[in-house]
C-alpha cells in the first residue's frame, strides 16, 4: 500500500496546517448524548461478551461507561442478540445508566432493521452489509456497476427508513480489511476505495433525506488509516458533506504496541482538527482502552479553535445539513505514493535512503558503568567485556558534557556539547552539538556530522542566513510551541520553499512534574468531571503511557507523511528504556524502521471465537524474535481474511475451537484444532524460509 504526501495536490483536508482548528462538522443526535458540532469529541469502546449473555454485557458495559465511555457498542451478529438489545438496555436504564447503545452489525441487514428499533445508533460496515468477498476480481462496465448501486440501494434503503422513522443515528463505518470485492475490483486495495466504499451509502441515505450519520474509516496500518480519512474529509467537502467523524486504528494490538499505533493514527488526525469521537482498539478488557482515548483527546480540550467570526462568514448551507466549514488553507492529499522528504546521505548514516535515526540523552545518568548502555539497547556482558546490541539499539547517545570513564561500542555514535568535543583528544564516533552562533563561529568542526540545534522561527534569523552549509550539516529541530508538531511541520515547509535538502533529527521535550500551568492543564488526564484517570487501565506507570501517547502523535504526525530523518525523545521523569521502546515502536508503527514483529490483533468483542488476549501472548511467546514479520491475529471472519492482506500470516477463528491459518490472504490450512494451531502456523512460517531459531540468535 502507497500512501501520499500531504503537500503535493490540490485539495484540502483540514482548516490550517500551521494552528490548531477544530473542522467543524454537523452534530448528529444520538441518544442524548450529541456527537460532532460544537460538542466534545466523545469516548466510546466495544463490549466483549456474548450478548445473549445478558448480565455479563450490563456488568462490562457499567464497567465501560465507569471508566469514561460515552457510548457503548455491542456486536448484533445475528436477530437473537439484536432482540437482545432491548433487555440489556432495560437493565442499564433500570441501574441508573443512560449512555447510549450502538450495535455493530456485519453482513445481517434484518438484524440491523431489528437493532435500529431498540438502540440510539447503529454501526454498519460497507463492505458486508450488502456484498460478499471472495477476492474475486470482477470486471464492471459502468452500467453493470450501477446496477450493483442500484441492488445495493434495495437492500440498505429499508434500514435508512427505519432509522428515520425511530430517530436513530446511523455511522456507515468502512475497514480496510473488510472492503468488497466490488470495490477492491472497481479501486483497488486504496484509500480511495474504503471512501467510496462509505459513499456509495451515504449518497443513499442523502437520496432518502435521512442526515443522522457518522463516519469511519479504519484500518490497521496507520498511514493507510490516516491517508483514508483525509481523502474522506475532502471527498466529504466536495459535495457539500461535513458529517462527524468516528476515529480509530483497528487491531492495534495490545500493550505499549497497540498504544503507540492507536495514538500515530488517531493523534495525526486530531493534531489537525479532525474527529468527533475516538475509540482506542486495544487487544485487552474494553474499560482499559476508555482512558487512553481521554489522554489523547484531552490534549485538545484546551487549543484555540477557529474563530466564530471565521466559521461564520465562511460557511455554506448545502442540502438537508447546517452549516459547513470548508477547509481554509488546509491540507492537501496526492493519490500517487509515499513519499519521504528527499536529503543528502550524511557520512552515509543519516538521511537519504537510511532509516530514521534514534537518540538517547544520557548526559545525566551513571557513565561510570557500561551497564547503563543496557537500556539503549547495547547489553553488556562483564566476562566478555563486550556489548551485544539488541534488536532495538540507539544509533546516538547524547553525553552533554559528561565523559564516560569507559569505552563504547564501536558502532555506537556520541554527541557532546560543541565546548566539550573540542577538547576530547580522540574524537572517533564523537560529534559536536553546536546552537546556532556556535556552529556559525566556530573554527573547529567534525568532518563527519556536525548537529546545530534550531528552532522554526530561526529560518527567518540573520544568524540562519549566515550558516556555512556543507554535507556534514544535520538539524535538531525543536519547538516549545503547544501545538509543536505544526510549529515543526511548517518548519519543514519552509525547508522545502528554501530548497534545503538538509537532514532534520526532530527533537520533543516531555516533562510531567514540571510542565508550564497552560501545558499541564490541557494535557492533563482530567474528564469533564474533573475525576482522574489513568491512562494505562488502572497501572501507575502513567507517566510512561504519556510518553508514549504524547511523542507518537507528535513525532508520528511527521513521519506518516515523510518528515524527518531521525528522532529525539527527552523525558527526565522516563526511564531510558521506557524511551529506547518508545522511539523504536513510534518508527515501527509508521513503517519508517521495523525492528520487531508486528502483531494485527483485534479487539476482542461478542463474535470473538477464542480468549484473544491470551492467544495473543501465546503467539507473541513463540513468535516475537522474528524481526520484520507481520501476524495477523483475528477472532472471527469479519475483518480476519481481508487484514491478512497487510500481514504476511494470520491466525484467524473460523467456528468454536477451530482456527483457519493464513498466508498473506490465502487460507492455507483450513479449520484447524486450536490446540494445535499456533504449531502449525510456525511450520508454515518455516516451510516459507522464514523461521529463525532463537537458539541462533
Known amino acids: 500500500m502507497n500512501i501520499a504526501s500531504i503537500k503535493t495536490l490540490p485539495g484540502r483536508y483540514c482548516n490550517s496546517l500551521t494552528e490548531y482548528s477544530r473542522f467543524v462538522t454537523r452534530e448528529v443526535f444520538i441518544g442524548d448524548v450529541p456527537m460532532g458540532g460544537n460538542n466534545p469529541i466523545r469516548i466510546q469502546s466495544m ?41 440489556i438496555k432495560k437493565q442499564l436504564r433500570a441501574r441508573g445508566y443512560t449512555a447510549p447503545l450502538v450495535a455493530d452489525i456485519h453482513f445481517t441487514p434484518n438484524a440491523a432493521e431489528v437493532a435500529a428499533r431498540i438502540v440510539e445508533k447503529v454501526r454498519v460496515n460497507p463492505g458486508n452489509y450488502a456484498d460478499k468477498k471472495k477476492f474475486d476480481q470482477i470486471d464492471y462496465t459502468d452500467v453493470e456497476y450501477q446496477g450493483e448501486l442500484e441492488r445495493i440501494y ?30 477492491m475490483s472497481r479501486y483497488g486495495d486504496t484509500p480511495q476505495g474504503m471512501v467510496e466504499s462509505a459513499m456509495e451509502f451515504m449518497r443513499i441515505c442523502e437520496t432518502l433525506n435521512y442526515y443522522n450519520l457518522v463516519i469511519s474509516m479504519k484500518s490497521s496500518n496507520p498511514q493507510v488509516m490516516v491517508q483514508a480519512y483525509r481523502l474522506l474529509v475532502e471527498t466529504m467537502v466536495a459535495e457539500g458533506m461535513n458529517y462527524p467523524l468516528h476515529l480509530g486504528v483497528t487491531e492495534a494490538g495490545d500493550g505499549e504496541d497497540g498504544r503507540i499505533k492507536s495514538a500515530v493514527g488517531i493523534g495525526t488526525l486530531l493534531e489537525d482538527g479532525l474527529g468527533d469521537t475516538v475509540r482506542v482498539s486495544l487487544t485487552e478488557e474494553p474499560e482499559a482502552e476508555a482512558p487512553v482515548a481521554i489522554a489523547l483527546v484531552n490534549r485538545y ?19 438537508g445539513h447546517k452549516k459547513v466549514s470548508p477547509p481554509m488553507g488546509g491540507g ?47 547489553l553488556y556482558a562483564p566476562l566478555l567485556d563486550k556489548y551485544n546490541m ?29 565546548a566539550t568535543w573540542l577538547k576530547l583528544a580522540d574524537k572517533t564516533m564523537c560529534h559536536p552539538v553546536f546552537n546556532l552562533k556556535e556552529f556559525i563561529k566556530a573554527e573547529n568542526r567534525s568532518s563527519a556530522l556536525n548537529l546545530v540545534r534550531l528552532k522554526h522561527a530561526d529560518l527567518n534569523s540573520d544568524d540562519f542566513g549566515a550558516l556555512p552549509f556543507d554535507q556534514s550539516l544535520i538539524f535538531v529541530l525543536e519547538t516549545d510551541e503547544l501545538h509543536g508538531m505544526a510549529d515543526q511541520r511548517s518548519f519543514f ?55 508514549q501517547l504524547n511523542a507518537a502523535t507528535d513525532l508520528g504526525a511527521l513521519l506518516v507523511d515523510g518528515f524527518g530523518d531521525g528522532i529525539w525523545i527527552d523525558a527526565p521523569e522516563v526511564q531510558t528504556k521506557v524511551i529506547t521502546s518508545t522511539a523504536f515502536g513510534i518508527l515501527q508503527a509508521t513503517r519508517s524502521r521495523i525492528s520487531k514483529t508486528e502483531y494485527i490483533s483485534c479487539p476482542s468483542c461478542g463474535r470473538t471465537l477464542f480468549d484473544l488476549m491470551e492467544t495473543t501472548q501465546m503467539i ?78
Open 620 to 697: 507473541r511467546s513463540r513468535t516475537s524474535h522474528l524481526k520484520g514479520l507481520k501476524i495477523g491475529i483475528m477472532g472471527c471472519i469479519v475483518n480476519g481474511p481481508g487484514e491478512m492482506a497487510d500481514a504476511d500470516y494470520g491466525y484467524v477463528g473460523s467456528g468454536p475451537g477451530k482456527v483457519t491459518l493464513y498466508r498473506g490472504k490465502e487460507a492455507v490450512k483450513k479449520n484447524i484444532a486450536s490446540a494445535n494451531a499456533l504449531n502449525e502456523l510456525i511450520e508454515i512460517i518455516k516451510d516459507d524460509g522464514n523461521w529463525i531459531e532463537t537458539s541462533s540468535l
Open 47 to 87: 463490549t466483549t461478551t456474548d450478548t445473549m449473555d445478558t448480565i455479563g454485557t450490563v456488568e462490562q458495559s457499567i464497567r465501560m461507561i465507569e471508566a469514561g465511555c460515552e457510548y457503548v457498542r455491542i456486536t448484533a451478529p445475528s436477530i437473537k442478540e439484536a432482540q437482545n438489545l432491548a433487555e
Open 493 to 547: 515547509f519552509k525547508m522545502e520553499e528554501m530548497g534545503l535538502d538538509v537532514p532534520v533529527i526532530i527533537k520533543r521535550d516531555y516533562s510531567f512534574e514540571s510542565e508550564s500551568p497552560k501545558v499541564r492543564k490541557s494535557e492533563s488526564l482530567e474528564l469533564q468531571s474533573n475525576q482522574k484517570v489513568s491512562p494505562t487501565g488502572g497501572d501507575l506507570e502513567g507517566a510512561d503511557t504519556m510518553l
Open 154 to 183: 434495495q437492500k440498505f434503503a429499508p434500514l435508512v427508513k427505519i432509522c428515520k422513522e425511530y430517530g436513530t443515528a446511523m455511522r456507515i463505518g468502512t475497514n480496510h480489511g473488510s472492503l468488497s470485492d466490488r470495490i
Open 390 to 418: 539488541a534488536d532495538q539499539s540507539v544509533d546516538f547517545v547524547y553525553l552533554g558534557d559528561s565523559l564516560p570513564s569507559f569505552n563504547f561500542p564501536g558502532n555506537l555514535k556520541q554527541l557532546y556539547k560543541y
Open 301 to 319: 480540550a484546551l487549543r484555540e479553535s477557529e474563530s466564530p467570526k471565521v466559521r461564520k462568514s465562511e460557511s455554506l448551507e448545502v442540502r
Open 332 to 378: 492537501d492529499l496526492e493519490g500517487a505514493g509515499f513519499q519521504r522528504r528527499p536529503t543528502y546521505e550524511a557520512n552515509a548514516f543519516i538521511g537519504g535512503h537510511m532509516v530514521p535515526r534514534v537518540v538517547i540523552d544520557l548526559s545525566n545518568k551513571n557513565l561510570k558503568d557500561p551497564a547503563v548502555l543496557n537500556d539503549a539497547g547495547y
